[in-house]
T-cell receptor, first 114, second 112 residues
């Protein structure tokens, strides 16, 4: 079974631009979560989608948004990029998002904002 | 507000030794505590997890010890191997859904 895939793997943008990252969960998984990983702040939860609905949201500004499609694939968008948005963005999927259900992480998209 | 504190930040252990990583949490509503292992260039992978109604869980060389009254839990890696060299994150979550609160990570190096 294929794992979680994320595209693109690397991305360079300039301040003020917007970016869209894509995540394809493991086949059959309906919950997709997004995390931001930086050396300073560590791993921080962005949001979770289940059945095309946002179910949980972290403490990030409204510039960060996401969506999920009927095939469970998910995208996250960051508008008006800031230098501090440079990070590894990780996507994780699980069957239904129930407690104690294993989340499987993708390799991440490394975003560099210049 | 950091809700899960992890220590040490880095750790060097000799091959065959015991690696111990500690975490403390503040939110008493947390009811699921997983540990993740991350290698460079990879996403985190679940290593082992525990619920607060259990004081210890062992899977192979990895053991979680949980102290509910102290709001602390720790990961012990027995017979540490060079292949265990990675960054380890403790995490916690509450209720349904997949919102994990992570510790700051421990970079483990196992030397020959």
């Amino acid at each position: 079974k294929a794992g979680v895939t994320q595209t693109p793997r690397y991305l360079i943008k300039t301040r003020g631009q917007q970016v869209t990252l894509s995540c394809s969960p493991i086949s059959g998984h309906r919950s997709v979560s997004w995390y931001q990983q930086t050396p300073g702040q560590g791993l921080q939860f962005l949001f979770e989608y289940f059945s095309e609905t946002q179910r949980n949201k972290g403490n990030f500004p409204g510039r960060f948004s996401g969506r999920q499609f009927s095939n469970s694939r998910s995208e996250m968008n960051v508008s008006t990029l800031e230098l501090g948005d440079s990070a590894l963005y990780l996507c994780a999927s699980s069957l239904s998002g129930a407690l104690q259900e294993t989340q499987y992480f993708g390799p991440g998209t490394r975003l560099l904002v210049l | 507000q950091q809700q899960v504190k992890q220590s040490p930040q880095s750790l060097i252990v000799q091959k065959g030794g015991i690696s111990i990583i500690n975490c403390a949490y503040e939110n008493t509503a947390f009811d699921y505590f997983p540990w993740y292992q991350q290698f460079p260039g990879k996403g985190p992978a679940l290593l082992i997890a525990i619920r607060p109604d259990v004081s210890e869980k062992k899977e192979g060389r990895f053991t979680i010890s949980f102290n509910k009254s102290a709001k602390q839990f720790s990961l012990h890696i027995m017979d540490s191997q060079p292949g265990d060299s990675a960054t380890y994150f403790c995490a916690a979550s509450t209720g349904g859904g997949n919102k994990l609160t992570f510790g700051t990570g421990t970079q483990l190096k196992v030397e020959l």
